[in-house]
């Protein structure tokens, strides 16, 4: 019976011994073959980002890393933005992106279709707040991407919806585009017809409302 135990004993402890083993070759071998791979930049959006409505690779975030290239940044762009998704969607899958891609830089586009849908601003403000406090606490720094909408809810819910984005801006200290649309959602050839998604003419000057906040963390990271 003793020796029965003993030797059960022992290969508990060299099964844990093997275990640990197994646990720490994977994590080598990532770090192995990420040490020398180009930083991301997660894009992390809604339709605006995902390139509704036309050709993806002319979208702002496919434009993105083309900048990224020419300005001499290492930089590779990885877009993981859903049409119709809402704040509430981004917080449930960010976790996920983060864990899978590893960000240096997140871009959070996201809150135009909870605006569209009249949902509640304060579920809004916090779920933004915890996608920044979660892309920090996995290595990434943020710019924030601010929206407006129209009046349809009312002049109060428009403008209070927009102030969400200056003050996460200030209270996460995190950089913030004031309106992805800026110089775009004016701009009759700039819009389908649906009013609402920007045409490919559009996408060159989204990309420089973006560039003006992301330029100086990329900066801070050469």
Not at 85 to 111: C, M, N, Y
Not at 119 to 139: C, V
Request: one cysteine or more; hydrophobic letters at 45%; glycine letters at 10%.
């Amino acid at each position: 019976m003793k020796r029965t135990f003993r030797v059960h004993a022992l290969h508990r402890i060299e099964g844990v011994i093997l275990a640990l083993v197994l646990c720490a070759l994977p994590v080598s071998a990532h770090y192995a073959a990420t040490e020398d791979a180009p930083p991301i930049i997660l894009v992390f959006g809604d339709s605006l980002s995902a390139g509704y409505g036309i050709p993806l690779e002319r979208g702002w975030a496919a434009l993105l890393q083309e900048r990224l290239a020419d300005e001499g940044f290492p930089h590779r762009v990885v877009n993981a933005s859903i049409s119709g998704e809402t704040s509430a969607g981004g917080r449930s899958r960010i976790g996920q992106a983060l864990a899978d891609h590893a960000p240096a830089i997140v871009i959070l586009e996201l809150g135009g279709n909870d605006g569209l849908q009249g949902m509640p601003l304060d579920a809004l403000a916090e779920n933004l707040a915890q996608m920044i406090t979660l892309s920090r606490a996995a290595g990434a720094d943020v710019v924030l991407v601010g929206m407006r909408i129209p009046p349809n809810y009312g002049p109060y819910y428009a403008n209070a919806f927009e102030g969400i984005y200056t003050s996460l801006g200030e209270s996460e200290r995190t950089r913030v585009v004031e309106f992805l649309l800026e110089g775009v959602a004016t701009k009759p050839n700039m819009m389908q017809d649906d009013g609402i998604h920007p045409t490919e003419a559009g996408q060159p000057r989204m990309l420089e409302n973006v560039w003006r906040e992301l330029v100086p963390l990329l900066d801070g990271q050469a």
